[in-house]
C-alpha cells in the first residue's frame, strides 16, 4: 500500500528565511507524481508544486522548490524568503498508476508557522 | 478560485439524519473524487468516479454513497449520522485519469452534527 509520512508536526521559520518541510513516501511503483499541497487558515487546498518521478530535475517554483530523492523516497519541500501568507498547513501528496485508482494519497500535514 | 463548486458550504444536523452534498467539477473535468478530512485524521480519500463510474473506493463507511450524474456532477449522501462524521468534505476534480494532472479542490462542506 502506498502512504505518505510527514514527520515535522509542525514548524516554525522567521519571515524572508529558508525553511525545509519533510515527507518521505512508500510504493512500489516505478511512475508516480508528487505533490505538495497547501492549506491556509480558509481551509482551501492549493497546489504548490508536483514532481514527477521519471524526471531527475528537482521542481521549481518561484521560491518553493523540492529535493526528490527517489531511491530514499523522500520529496522535501523547501521554501525560500518565506512571507507570513505561507503560514499554513502543507500536504505533501503520492499520486500512481490509474490502474489502481489514481487518487492522491496524502500525509498528514505540517502545520508552519512564520513569525514576524 | 478552483472552478469546483461545493453546495452547502456549512451544514449544522442531528445525529440520525441524512444530508446530501453537492459538487459541480471544473467545466470538461470527467475525475470527480471526495475526500473527507477530520481534525485527527488529515485528508482521507473516500470515493472517485470517472465520467459517470465509480473509479475506486476507498474508506468509506457503509452509510456513505455517492454517485456522478450524466452532467458530470456528483453528490455524496451520508446517512445515520453519528458526531464522529463532524469534518470538513472536499469534492476534487481532475480533467481525466492522467496521473500528472492536476487535482483541483473545492472549498468544501463544512459538517457539524450535534
Known amino acids: 500500500a502506498q502512504t505518505v509520512t510527514q514527520s515535522q508536526p509542525e514548524m516554525s521559520v522567521q519571515e524572508a528565511e529558508t525553511v525545509t518541510l519533510s515527507c518521505t513516501y512508500d510504493t512500489s511503483e516505478s511512475d508516480y507524481y508528487l505533490f505538495w499541497y497547501k492549506q491556509p487558515p480558509s481551509r482551501q487546498m492549493i497546489l504548490v508544486i508536483r514532481?514527477?518521478?521519471?524526471?531527475?530535475q528537482n521542481a521549481t517554483e518561484n521560491r518553493f522548490s523540492v529535493n526528490f530523492q527517489k531511491a530514499a523516497k523522500s520529496f522535501s519541500l523547501k521554501i525560500s524568503d518565506s512571507q507570513l501568507g505561507d503560514a499554513a498547513m502543507y500536504f505533501c501528496?503520492?499520486?500512481?498508476?490509474?490502474?489502481?485508482?489514481?487518487?492522491?494519497?496524502f500525509g498528514a500535514g505540517t502545520i508552519l508557522r512564520v513569525k514576524s | 478560485d478552483s472552478g469546483v463548486t461545493q453546495t452547502p458550504k456549512h451544514l449544522i444536523t442531528a445525529t440520525g439524519q441524512r444530508v446530501t452534498l453537492r459538487c459541480s467539477p471544473r467545466?470538461?473535468?470527467?475525475?470527480v473524487y471526495w475526500y473527507q478530512q477530520s481534525l485527527d485524521q488529515g485528508l482521507q480519500f473516500l470515493i472517485q468516479y470517472y465520467n459517470g463510474e465509480e473509479r475506486a473506493k476507498g474508506n468509506i463507511l457503509e452509510r456513505f454513497s455517492a454517485q456522478q450524474f450524466p452532467d458530470l456532477h456528483s453528490e455524496l449522501n451520508l446517512s445515520s449520522l453519528e458526531l464522529g462524521d463532524s469534518a470538513l468534505y472536499f469534492c476534487?476534480?481532475?480533467?481525466?485519469?492522467?496521473?500528472?494532472?492536476?487535482?483541483?479542490f473545492g472549498e468544501g462542506s463544512w459538517l457539524t452534527v450535534v
Open positions: 476534487a476534480s481532475s480533467v481525466d485519469l492522467g496521473v500528472g494532472n492536476t487535482i483541483y
Open positions: 501528496a503520492y499520486r500512481a498508476d490509474p490502474t489502481y485508482g489514481n487518487k492522491l494519497v
Open positions: 514532481q514527477e518521478a521519471y524526471k531527475q
Open positions: 467545466s470538461g473535468d470527467l475525475s
